[in-house]
């Protein structure tokens, strides 16, 4: 409400101007809660508490819905590895998802689609190395190697799918294979 003349335009603006003013802080604020409120989801739900990792997965839109899809980058990342998917490795990873809960209706499915249909960027494959080191320190020698042979051999399975020529020869290429030895070393 106008208070008339000079001044009451002046106080009108000076009020506009602050509410406005409020109003960014508070959107600010609710931004600030709403990312620190994924952050401890995604933790609770990793097990990582390294704050430094977490805003990585959060930047490549990871989250705790989405975490499951997480374990399906090193098949993504042997997939691409000679520059291109093949349908058979693009079926040998949906396979693999459909056994690790990652279906249609998952939230992670989303996340995996983009995968599989872009060359994910490299720093993908940083934050998976540092989700696994982290997820590796938490747990037992067995429970660890259960994991790297599952792992492994789930990456392999999608590195033999399209090699080879006619079924004969080396089914899994160079490209393949220095990604399957990065995936290893992330264990150690």
């Given amino acids: ?16 101007f602050f509410r406005q003013r409020d109003m960014e802080l508070l959107k600010a604020f609710r931004a600030k809660a709403a990312e620190k409120e994924k952050r401890e989801a995604l933790s609770e739900a990793s097990g990582i508490f390294e704050e430094e990792l977490l805003d990585q997965l959060i930047d490549l839109d990871v989250s705790a ?28 990873i949906l396979a693999a998802a459909q056994q690790k809960g990652v279906q249609q209706e998952h939230p992670g499915y989303e996340l995996l689609q ?28 067995e429970a660890r190697n259960t994991l790297k042979e599952d792992l492994l051999g789930r990456a392999r399975t999608v590195a033999e799918t399209a090699g080879g020529l006619l079924g004969f020869g080396n089914k899994v290429s160079k490209a393949e294979q220095a990604v399957l030895s990065e995936l290893e070393t992330a264990f150690d």
């Fill in 1 to 16: 409400m106008s208070t008339g003349g000079f001044g009451g335009r002046g106080k009108d603006l000076e009020e506009q």
């Fill in 114 to 141: 983009g995968w599989l249909k872009r060359k994910p960027d490299p720093a993908l494959m940083t934050v998976w190395k540092g989700y696994v080191k982290a997820l590796a320190e938490s747990l037992d020698e």
């Fill in 65 to 92: 819905e989405t975490l499951a899809a997480l374990g399906l980058i090193p098949l993504v990342a042997v997939a691409w590895a000679d520059g291109h998917m093949d349908d058979k490795e693009r079926d040998a």
